[in-house]
């Protein structure tokens, strides 16, 4: 399989299920055992400009495309949240605590479907589209284009992150400058992984797509591209535009 190819669903679904270490590799159990600690300053700094430069409001109407649950613990403002993700994509039990009463400030609402066709819903119907790390896990570039065409239509503001190449770390795999090594080494890193990795792992990353700052600019032509730094590098791209307006 080159890197070309995939089971995109199926990486996509374990994708929004979190990061699990495979078991037989003890340098992606430490990686994905810090990941956690560092996403979580990341996310928590991310979600205080999102709420500061989109002006976020009580009451705000927000899609997440391929989103969950434990991001919106940063907001401390009540929204009216609907996240849209594949079959299977977010365990149930997760499911099951957010519906619980007076577990969250927020209300959430859970639909099945796919982020590049989201046919259950007009133009601009919603005060903003959100995603978080969800658009590199798509597929290919024509997959890509038509997930940022439903985020422009849907809403009338919107917030899209992904994570930028140039951090030393690659997000996903832990392997560094990952993003610079020729592609054929990848396709032979990639091999090799699958002689003592699963499947569902090495498709993950064989399926990821990486997004340039340009890249980002190209398929959000209306939007501001915020970059965001961790220990001075930068670690992620954001689109961002519109404010939100809930009257």
Known sequence: MSLHEGNWPDARSRRRQGPVAPERSLRIKAFYGLLPYVSHLARQRRMRRFVQLMDIKPGTRVLDL????????NVEIPLNVTMLNLPGAIPSAE?????????NIHS???????ACKVS??????????????????VGPEDKQEEF???????????????????????????????WFYPERFRAWLLARSRKTLPAW??????????????????????????????????????AYSGKTDTH
């Open 95 to 103: 499911l099951e605590s957010i519906r619980e009463p007076g577990t």
């Open 66 to 73: 391929g989103g969950s649950p434990r991001i919106w613990d």
């Open 120 to 137: 259950q819903f007009a133009d601009a119907s919603f005060d903003l589209i959100f995603s978080n790390s969800v658009i590199e896990h």
């Open 148 to 178: 940022a065409r439903e985020v422009i239509r849907l809403g009338k503001s919107y917030w899209v992150q992904t994570p930028s190449p140039w951090f030393p770390i690659e997000a996903h795999s832990g392997l560094p400058f990952y």
């Open 108 to 114: 959430f609402h859970h639909i099945e479907g796919d």
């Open 201 to 238: 792992w090495t498709d993950y990353i064989a399926t990821t797509r990486v997004l340039s700052h340009r890249r980002m600019a190209k398929l959000f032509p209306n939007a501001r591209i915020r970059v965001e730094f961790l220990f001075g590098l930068p670690k992620s791209y954001v």
